[in-house]
């Protein structure tokens, strides 16, 4: 395969998945309005597409930064820690939302007969996905080609 081809079947598999993300997370936030739900509350279904929706997008975005990138460009600790921190959020999303699977997230009140979305499983994917954004930012703002990383001002005092 040529570079060009290479190139073209990235972008494909960039564009493909960021589309595909896109449509996941838009059914399972709005399978109510759409006509969509079968059972009442957020399901176990929408949860587990709303995942595979954050972990397509996740993974446009590196794909895509990544290609950006220079070719020559070293690899940076700033540009690992952020690749990890959005690896260890994408785990700690996928925990929180699938906690009534696993046995620790399962709050049952008296009236509805089965497991619902409680505030502590929306948290805990609120902090994930914020994990995962800032690992973005982390991995988007390191050096790349540069000398150094657009961050360096933290570590100079504002110098």
Not at 109 to 129: D, S
Request: charged content about 15%; overall charge positive.
């Amino acid at each position: 395969m040529s570079k060009e081809q290479t190139k073209r079947v990235r972008n494909i598999t960039i564009l493909a998945s960021f589309i595909l993300g896109v449509i996941l997370c838009a059914i399972s936030l709005g399978a109510e309005l759409l006509g969509l739900n079968l059972t009442p509350g957020f399901g176990i279904v929408q949860m587990f597409q709303l995942l595979i929706g954050i972990s397509l997008l996740t993974l446009a975005i590196f794909l895509y930064l990544k290609q950006n990138r220079p070719k020559n460009a070293p690899r940076s600790l700033q540009a690992d820690i952020g690749v990890r921190l959005a690896a260890t959020g994408l785990v700690f999303a996928y925990v929180a939302g699938l906690s009534d699977l696993i046995g620790i997230g399962t709050h049952v009140e008296p009236n509805f007969e089965r497991p619902f979305v409680g505030p502590l499983q929306l948290g805990g994917l609120g902090l994930g996905v914020l994990s995962i954004i800032v690992g973005i930012l982390l991995y988007y703002t390191s050096r790349g080609a540069r000398d150094a990383s657009s961050m360096e001002f933290l570590v100079n005092n504002g110098k």
